[in-house]
């Protein structure tokens, strides 16, 4: 169809050339003949002929002068026109005694023939004829061409989409799931046999890739460390639940950029160094918390193929870290100390530099260095007992009413020097526990007391209960605590006041002494403080049926 419509086109553009050529010879003839006829009767009549003749509405004639000027223009007053002496048609009649022209317009899409004459006194009579171009008569021709060939497609399009689909329904009615050849035509049995075996084939592969997706799935969102699969333009192929909630993001759908996960420098840099081709590690913080992110590229046949992404929760570990580098100073700092003293004062005794009576005072300074480091690796070693569960567990009935009085009476003499008044008050409470952390937790509350207390002032220890709960709460008239400072006071070797602690002896290590010693017995203990009013702790421990 397509290559007899190209076939009718082409023969109608060659016919309608020809006939434009001929059309054309026929118009310039019949031109050339009227003007040199006009010419003739102009001649023997003067302009008295144009006035009177009624000329064809097809021709245009006009008189031009020697110089010429329009003298007479059957369409146009003679006035309004221009001169004509440089018209081609009009320069070769002047010198040849005839003269013709072809003037095309866009515009119109037609061509105005001209033919020329001139006569014995040397003025010029011109014929004028517009005719159709060549592309308008194509155009003309082309439209009831266009229309014969969209019905002839159209009913050939119909004819055809019914005699196709009569051939290819036996095809299409193949059941691809249970191929059968009964409706279809013999030749297709080999295809319908390969059809049959492939299905077999697919639908045991589907099955144990199913099995093996869903055996992936129940790992992977059971998996406590978070799992992304990223495509090298970090877009998420697949990710579990895990690192959705590590990543403080558990809205996030895969298809989505990783970068809606966590946008920070630090995991940028990271993943870009995985879409370099190196394995990457670093630490982020997301939702409150730290987690270190493992980023390890995925290549196959020398490119890579994506980026796989654990994420996990260090923040406890990264607490640990710091508290142990903490600590460690901490120790180290608190030893250095009575080290320094006791070296230097035993420098002095050894090259000679003290006197026999000064030799009991600094004798007396070492042992009191002395009695401070022992104080304070017994505090570590209770610290660390209390934090490996390898305190003793042995429990036995306490009556707390009992224990708090030997320990306020231990700290008589302490109390004494500073001109504390102390009081006990409550009832007898029995818990069965370890009688010695119980009483590591009183003598250090009450020890405080004392040390922050100010001269002639107050400790109150009351020991009461309530419904299964037996309560300790001891009150000061101290110094007290600053409120920014009441989260931190149970840290190890935290100090409030640095300057005024050191005046003061002690390792820093009591409170927290305190917190683990009330942890180990399932208890809790917290402090209401206000700077200059005195401080009141409270420790409340589960009694047992």
Known sequence: ????????????????????????????????????????????NGGRFLDEADFNDDIRVTWISKSGKVIYDSEEDPADLGNHSDRKEVSEAAENGEGSSYRYSDTIMKTTLNHAVKLSDGTIIRVSSVHNSLIAQMMSALRPLLLILVI???????????????????VNDIDLDRPVIEKSYKELSPLVDKLRTQNIKVARQLEQLSQSREQLSLITENMSEGLIIIDPKTNVLSSNYAALELLGNPSFTDGQSVYALNNSDVFRRCLLNA??????????????????????????????????????????????????????SNVSHELKTPLTTIYGIADMLAEGMVEADDVP???????????RMITLINDIISLSKLDEDAAPH????????????????????????KDLSCSLSGEHVHINGSRTILGEVIYNLCDNAVKYNVDGGSLSVKVSH????????????????????????????????????????????????VKHGVMYHGGTVHAESTAGSGTTFTVELPIEK
């Open 1 to 44: 169809m397509i290559i007899s419509g190209i076939s009718v086109i082409i023969a109608v553009l060659l016919v309608t050339a020809v006939l434009h050529d001929y059309s054309t010879d026929k118009l310039e003839a019949e031109i050339r003949t009227e003007a040199e006829i006009i010419a003739e009767a102009v001649e023997m």
């Open 152 to 170: 002839t497609a159209l009913i050939s399009a119909l004819y055809a989409m019914a005699v196709s689909r009569s051939i290819v329904k036996p």
């Open 275 to 328: 879409l370099g081709g190196v394995r990457s590690e670093c630490i982020v913080k997301a939702d409150g918390g730290e987690r270190a992110v493992i980023a390890s590229p995925a290549s196959g046949t020398g490119m890579l193929c994506g980026i796989v992404v654990f994420v996990m929760d260090v923040t406890e570990k990264q607490q640990l870290e710091v508290m142990r580098r903490e600590f460690t």
């Open 361 to 371: 005072r600094f004798g007396g300074d070492i042992r009191a260095e002395a009695e």
């Open 394 to 417: 042995e429990t036995e009935d306490i009556d707390i009413y009992e224990l708090a009085e030997e320990i306020l009476g231990r700290l008589k003499v302490n109390a004494a020097q």
């Open 466 to 513: 309530a419904p299964m709960t037996a309560r300790i709460t001891v009150s000061d008239t101290g110094i007290g605590i600053p409120q920014e400072h009441i989260s931190r006071i149970f840290e190890r070797f935290y100090r409030v006041d640095k300057s005024r602690s050191r005046r003061i002896k002690g390792t820093g290590l009591g409170l927290s002494i």
